[in-house]
Every structure is written in C-alpha cells, then in structure tokens.
C-alpha cells in the first residue's frame, strides 16, 4: 500500500520516455513501473495524456530583498502553479549603498540565516547560493562555514555598485577552489556599461529601445572571458548564469573545450531563447532585464549551445516587480528584472519542444537533471525510485494564451503576455504532497524546505 498513484502517464528521464505508473510513499518515489505491477494506493491520478515529468529545479531566482518585492509565500506559489519544486535563491552579504537595502555592511552567514528565517511560508522546497558584495578579505575566512551550511555556490559580480574588480575575484576564485566550492558568475564589463549609460543619460535617450544598447553583447563576452580565465588559471568550478548572446557563449564554449565540462557549466534563460529587443518597443521597460534581451541570431545561439552542451541549464532569473516600479519615464529609472516562475516550463516547453522539435528528455536534463546535478541536489531532478517525489504531471497538448490575471507573484504583469502556448502544468508534487492542482494551490504554507546542498563533482 503507497500514498499516491499517477496512472497512465508518460514519463520522461533525461534520456527516454515510456508509459508507466510512478507510486509515491511518504516523500519519495516508491516505483515506476507498469500498472499490473503497482502496489495499492490510497490516491489515484488519472494522467493519461500527459508527461510526468521531474519537478522543475530553478537555480536563478530572486525573492524579498532588493531584486524582488515577491515574498516566499508569493514566489513559491508562482513556481508551484509553473511545475517548479525547488528553486535556489540568493543569500547577500550586506552592504552599504544606493541599491542596498541595508544600513550597515553584514556577514554571508547572516545573509543566509536572513533568508531562512524569510522563507517559513514556502511551498516549494529551495536553496541559497552566497552573494559577496563587497572586497573585503573577512568574507574568505568564512566561506568554510558557508559551504558547511550547505551553500556550495558563490555568486560574484563584475557589475553594479557589488561589482568585484579582478584581483578581489581572483583571490576569492582561489579560496573558492581550495573549498571544493564553485563560482556563479553575472558577467557584464561594468566600466562600458556605466560609460554608455552616463551617455545616453546626457543625450537624453530614455526611450527603453536604447536600454540594449547600454548593455552590448560584446560587454557580456569581456567580462566572461575574464573571470573565466581567472577561475580556470585557479581550478575554481565555473558556472556562467543568465548567457544572453552568441559573444558571450562562444568565449564559455571555448574555456570548456579546454578545461572540460567538470570544471565550466553554464545556464541561459527562457527570456532569452524566447524574446528579441523588438520587445522593448511592444512592452516598454516591462521586458527590462540585464544582461538585456538580445537579437533574433541570439535567440538561435542559445538554442545552438544548449543542443551543443555549451548551455547545461535553462533558469528563470525571475524578479518579482510590479508594473508601476517599472514603467517610468526613463529607462535608468525602471527596476531590472522580470517575474518568470509561473510561466518558465510552459513558455520553454512550447518553444523547444513544439516549436523547434527538442525532445522531452532533451527538457528534462536543461530543467531538472542538470541543475540537481550541477547544484549538489543528488535527491532531485530525477524520478528514480527513493529520490524525492518532486513531479510535475504535464499536458503537452492544451493550448491557451500566457496571461499575468493567473500571477501568483506580486509581480502583475508578464513579458509574455497574450502568447500562445502549448502545454500547461496539471499537477505539481513537492517530496510526495500535492501543492498545485489545475491552477489552484492545495498545500498548506511552509511545506516547502530549505534544502543543504552538497557540493558534487561535474563530471556526468
Ligand atoms: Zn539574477
């Protein structure tokens, strides 16, 4: 006797898919197999007709700080509606300045017991990676205690007023390595993006055409060959978030055709196999994210890369912002960011999968199968039996309009608004408890947990 049955579906692993039940106990997967072969169960759901897939696992998304007015309850509804059981967020080390919410400088761990104590009323389980914003040697001697408490991960900026310079990131590059801990990269040449901003600001050109123009590919590619360079002359692991353009893909692809696939992985993001700054023109600042949305050829070197290996992960970057925080006058005046956990799986389903011919299994490994892997999550992105019960049980044939009136997000508008997309989420299982049932949220806040993740070698 289990708990739950999901009958009569088609489940995907990263490299197959075939009909089979899948028998949930407890929180985790108890079997998947043919139906004559399942136990009983005091649960049934009918699948037929749809995928069941691994959960969603989202390692970029922003939540309650100064990247997003979402709070954990908001947030982890918008990705339980969107098939997403976990998602790893951002612990900051606390800093002074105009972009910072704080009024005096703070620890990592702080940060990482700030977002825990934050994170009560989840409903999806998540993680956190640290955030160094500031060049201040105290931060090294604390990164043991930080990957101790299950944070592996370090994210490092070349941009913004918690940008690093090169020689703070070379040094921490080689602390990180001495950890077994890896780097995750927003890469973007702060002193060219700054210059053209000041300029447009002179010359007026607040239109939000011109945002992408402040922000250039070639920026992106600079700073990534740079800090790549660093990491590998250091044997620092690698992970090159939110890859928005051709430049800046190809410098990655050639650091991995020579240090390897276990020492570099990368993401890019669904806004950017999915939309080119014609955008800007349609929806104002609303699509206003950095790096920014590119050109038509992008879209393609992004698909290019992900069918390569280049790109291991497709991720959401999601910014819960309102309209009124982004519709401004000027461009330089609007929030960056956009919200995306609700409608990732859909929008990216429809383009590579129905629009562009990918295979399930092909989503299932940029999802779910690698970010697990590449993240420490052994117990996830898989349906293997006594792995978690993360699932999402998926009709690929539905096909209906993306539209924000369905936001669990605070977030109420969506850069894909009035798309036709098909497949929509049916049910979204987090550690075996149902939590999104037909558009509808059915578990009780706090569910969700905080996962400590370990850091894993890269080599699969
Ligand atoms: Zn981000």
């Known amino acids: 006797m289990v708990d739950t049955i999901i009958r009569g579906g088609t489940v995907v692993t990263p490299t197959d898919t075939f009909d089979a ?6 929180e985790r997967i108890a079997a998947v197999g043919d ?41 982890t509804k918008a990705a339980a509606l969107g098939g997403t059981t976990t998602y790893i967020d951002f612990a900051w080390q606390a800093w002074v300045g105009e972009m ?10 702080e940060g990482i017991e700030r977002k825990r104590a934050k994170a009560e009323e989840a409903v999806v389980d998540y993680g956190l990676h640290g955030a160094i914003t500031r060049e201040d040697r105290a931060v090294l001697e604390e990164l043991e205690a930080v990957v101790d408490a299950g944070v592996p991960s370090i994210k490092l900026f070349t941009a913004y007023e918690f940008g690093l310079e090169n020689g ?40 939000p055409e011109w945002y992408p123009r402040s922000r250039p590919d070639y920026a992106e590619a600079i700073a990534a060959d740079a800090a790549a360079r660093m990491a590998m002359e250091a044997g620092c692991r690698y992970y090159g978030i939110h890859t928005s353009c051709r430049k800046s893909a190809d410098v990655l692809a050639r650091y991995r055709e020579r240090y390897g696939e276990e020492m570099l992985r990368a993401e890019t993001c669904t806004h950017y196999t999915t939309l080119d700054d ?38 959401t970057d999601h910014c819960g912002y309102t309209k ?11 929030k960056f960011g956009a919200n995306a956990l609700q409608t990732n799986l859909p929008v990216f389903h429809d383009e590579a999968v129905i629009e562009r011919g990918f295979s ?61 997309v098909t497949g929509r989420v049916k049910q979204t299982f987090v550690r075996g408890e149902l939590v999104a049932d037909d558009g509808k949220i059915v578990a009780e806040n706090g569910h969700g947990r905080f996962v400590e993740r370990e850091s894993t070698d890269w080599a699969f």
């Open 100 to 109: 910072s919410p704080w009024d005096e400088p703070g620890t990592l761990r």
């Open 360 to 420: 399930y299994p092909f989503l299932v490994r940029v999802l779910s199968r690698n970010p697990a892997r590449i993240f420490g999550l052994p117990g996830k992105g898989t349906l293997d039996p006594g792995t978690d019960a993360d699932i999402v049980v998926f009709d690929p044939n539905e096909t209906y309009a993306i539209t924000a009136e369905e936001n669990a997000s605070v977030a109420d508008f969506s850069i894909y608004e009035g798309r036709e």
């Open 168 to 207: 703070f990131m070379n040094r921490v590059f080689e602390a990180l390595a001495d950890l077994d801990a890896f780097a995750v990269l927003h890469s973007e040449d702060a002193t060219i993006c700054d210059d053209r901003t000041a300029q447009f600001q002179r010359e007026g050109k607040g239109d």
């Open 278 to 315: 014609s955008i800007f023109e349609e929806l104002g600042n609303l699509p206003m994210i950095a790096p920014p949305i590119r050109k038509p050829d992008d879209i393609e070197a992004m698909f290019e890369h992900l069918e390569a290996g280049t790109l291991d992960v497709v991720s």
């Open 324 to 334: 009124e925080s982004k519709q401004v006058d000027d461009w330089w005046d609007s």
């Open 35 to 75: 139906g004559e072969s399942m136990p009983e169960a005091d649960h049934t759901i009918d699948a037929t007709g749809s995928m069941v897939m691994p959960g969603v696992i989202d390692p970029h998304v922003h939540i309650d700080d100064m990247f997003s007015f979402d709070t954990y309850e908001t947030a």
């Open 21 to 26: 039940d899948v028998a949930i106990d407890g």
